[in-house]
Nanobody
Framework: QVQLVESGGGLVQTGGSLRLSCAAS????????MGWFRQAPGKEREFVAA????????YYADSKKGRFTISRDNAKNTAYLQMNSLKPEDTAVYYC???????????????????WGQGTQVTVSS
């Protein structure tokens, strides 16, 4: 099993920044990619970004390019999501995810996710 623990969510004003962290533990050798999804109230969960386990390849949802940056620290088995120029429509619960035997592009499909974190709330006030 793999455990994913997110941190870094909170309340921020429009235009502000937040960095989310996701620490992976357990059978991490089985992970090929990590990523972030988000779910706003009343909406479906949507893909945000993914990064290969090595950290060399990234993939973003088109609407998230430019403001969001995914990265990882291999030594800490931790992935990050840096979010800049936040807008009220970015308000959502952000979930860390990990996939096995998946490319970063394929991870945009939730069916490829093998493990989920518990989620962290991000609220952007106007």
């Amino acid at each position: 099993q793999v455990q994913l623990v997110e941190s870094g969510g909170g309340l921020v004003q429009t235009g502000g920044s937040l960095r989310l962290s996701c620490a992976a533990s357990g059978r991490t050798f089985s992970i090929s990619a990590m990523g972030w999804f988000r779910q706003a109230p009343g909406k479906e969960r949507e893909f945000v970004a993914a990064i290969s386990w090595s950290g060399t390849t990234t993939y973003y949802a088109d609407s998230k390019k430019g403001r969001f940056t995914i990265s990882r620290d291999n030594a800490k088995n931790t992935a990050y999501l840096q979010m800049n120029s936040l807008k009220p429509e970015d308000t959502a619960v952000y979930y860390c995810a990990a996939a096995r035997f998946s490319t970063v592009q394929a991870m945009a499909d939730m069916n490829r996710v093998a493990y989920w974190g518990q989620g962290t709330q991000v609220t952007v006030s106007s």
